[in-house]
């Protein structure tokens, strides 16, 4: 079991430097992992409606390495997996 100084000695002053720069830790915490939730589900979505299906099927692998590595996964999506926009013809 961890003890922490403020628990051992009560009537000292506890002070965390952290306190400073983020009051509510765990509303922070809860931000985070919310804002990441919505990360990869917006990915999966990306990856269920606008990747074309084709040879290899690779809406599956992107799927599995979204599900396998959450943010690692959605990160690398964007990065390199996405469909490139075909470029468009422009007019005179």
């Known amino acids: 079991m ?13 002070f965390c430097p952290m ?16 804002l990441l939730l919505i990360f ?3 990915t999966l ?6 990747l074309p299906s084709g040879s290899g099927n690779p809406k599956l692998a992107w799927i599995l390495v979204v599900l396998l590595m959450p943010f690692v996964g959605a ?3 964007f990065l390199f997996g996405r469909p490139k926009k075909s470029p468009s013809v422009e007019m005179r």
């Not at 922490?4 to 000292?12: A, E, H, Q, W």
């Not at 979505?45 to 606008?50: P, S």
């Open 2 to 14: 961890f003890f922490s100084l403020k628990y051992l000695c009560p009537k000292l002053i506890y």
């Open 19 to 34: 306190d400073l720069l983020i009051p509510n830790l765990e509303l922070f915490a809860w931000t985070v992992f919310a």
């Open 45 to 50: 979505y990306h990856i269920l409606t606008r």
């Open 75 to 77: 990160l690398a999506y």
């Open 40 to 42: 990869v589900l917006y």
